[in-house]
């Protein structure tokens, strides 16, 4: 059968560095950092004192207080930035065919915050009996944020989460993908959210030495490709789009920013927390999306990389990306959002995808911040073009976003111009 061809026709993001779509994207470009001291609880206690926050968020601007008791943080914010690319696309208008929407998100926890409220007041009252509140469940579940998008809207296609750590938001944009081009939806609302910036979530990834320390410089901790990075910074938000077949898109007359046209899925097999260190599932992720987008690798000109800041992370995907590309990855644009949104977990692959969506639409290509020039780390090429701590103008023809995941999860999606 013939595969449909499938655009993007709306935006939504909730993030550190901006809260909608065009905020986020005046950031990206302008290389502002998200990461300030911790809010959400006292982290005296803590080895990790910032993170990536999402910043003057009030919900009840967006959703009914009522309904908001019965909604965990990370819930929140995939409403508020699904509200967004709805909106945006048109895809709430009256005559849209409900029954052909679905909604496909990707998370990589889901609801810590409400886990550990129920857990401490359990804890609190143990000789009292089980008392837990009637919402604990479905506030908590991964799954619902999908369906609280399909309950608002009344979208009656495909509804499901996908959760593959960090990689989560790509795998549910790359589903969505597929679903489409097969005929088994008009349109789909993907993408992902996170809200891990609690006690279990810092501490937990502090224990494992994942984090950055450097507490007395929080703007300038996320530094991915130099020497001196000694982790990630935990970001939390939503990135959204609206992904539909063209043929539904141009009916109805929509405004379409790019086409998406491939999607790349492997995994390392090899640690369930490090990456590969010659990048043999980064490198596998991107061969198959090229491949899946009948593209070689001189048609990327620009690759949003995973780039954490973490020492082995960074050093396997620079392996990776000169295996792929040979001698066109010297003049790629390479760069990595995080070094100013944070690591939004199981949200980065729909913000970074985003960046690549206006990279395309914009040919800017964001920077990655936080690199000195005295700050260079042996095993890292620096004849590559890491987009360093200033935006870039160039034609961007299509770009490449790359996500990894604890237990060695790949995904990698593929945007490009749209041609009529």
């Not at 007395?216 to 539909?244: C, I, K, N, Q």
Request: aromatic share 8%; hydrophobic share 40%.
């Amino acid at each position: 059968m013939e595969l449909k061809r499938v655009v993007v026709t709306g935006l939504g993001a909730l993030t550190p560095v901006g809260n909608t779509a065009g905020e986020t994207w005046e950031s990206l470009k302008n290389g502002k950092s998200g990461s300030a001291p911790i809010t959400h609880f006292d982290t005296e206690k803590f080895k990790t004192h910032f993170a990536c926050e999402v910043k003057n968020f009030d919900p009840s601007e967006f959703i009914d207080r009522k309904q908001l008791r019965k909604m965990d943080l990370y819930e929140q914010y995939a409403l508020v930035a699904a509200q967004e690319a709805i909106k945006d696309s048109g895809l709430d208008a009256e005559n849209i065919d409900k029954n052909e929407v679905g909604v496909i998100f990707g998370v990589g926890i889901g609801g810590m915050h409400t886990f550990e409220q129920e857990a401490g007041y359990y804890a609190q009252h143990e000789e009292d009996g089980p008392k837990f509140s009637p919402f604990f469940i479905p506030k908590m579940i991964a799954d619902i944020a999908a369906g609280q998008v399909a309950i608002n809207y009344g979208f009656h296609g495909p509804n499901y989460t996908t959760t593959s750590a960090c990689a989560s938001s790509s795998n549910a944009i790359a589903d969505a993908f597929n679903l489409l081009r097969l005929g088994k939806a008009n349109a789909i609302v993907t993408g992902g959210a996170e809200a891990g910036i609690y006690p279990c979530g810092v501490g937990g990834f502090n224990a494992m030495h994942a984090l950055s320390t450097r507490n007395d410089d929080p703007a300038g901790a996320s530094r991915p490709f130099s020497a001196s990075r000694d982790g990630f910074v935990m970001g939390a938000g939503a990135g959204m789009l609206v992904l539909e077949t063209l043929e539904h898109a141009q009916a109805r007359g929509a405004h379409i920013y790019c086409e998406l046209v491939g999607a790349g899925m492997s995994a390392d097999a090899h640690h369930i927390t490090a990456s590969h260190p010659e990048g043999l599932g980064a490198r596998l992720v991107m061969e198959r999306a090229l491949r899946d987008a009948n593209m070689k690798p001189e048609d990327i000109d620009y690759i949003n990389v995973h780039g954490t800041s973490t020492p082995v992370g960074d050093i396997s995907e620079v392996k990776a990306i000169k295996q792929v590309f040979g001698e066109h990855a010297y003049k790629l644009n390479i760069s990595s959002t995080k070094s100013m949104t944070g690591h939004l977990l199981g949200a980065a692959g729909g913000v970074e995808a985003l960046a690549c969506i206006m990279s395309v639409v914009e040919d800017i290509v964001p920077p990655t911040i936080n690199h000195a020039e005295d700050d260079k780390d042996p095993e890292i090429d620096y004849n590559l073009n890491f987009t360093f701590n200033k935006a870039q103008k160039r034609t961007v023809r299509a770009a490449l976003s790359n996500t990894f995941g604890f237990g060695g999860h790949n995904a990698c999606v593929i945007v490009k111009k749209y041609e009529a």
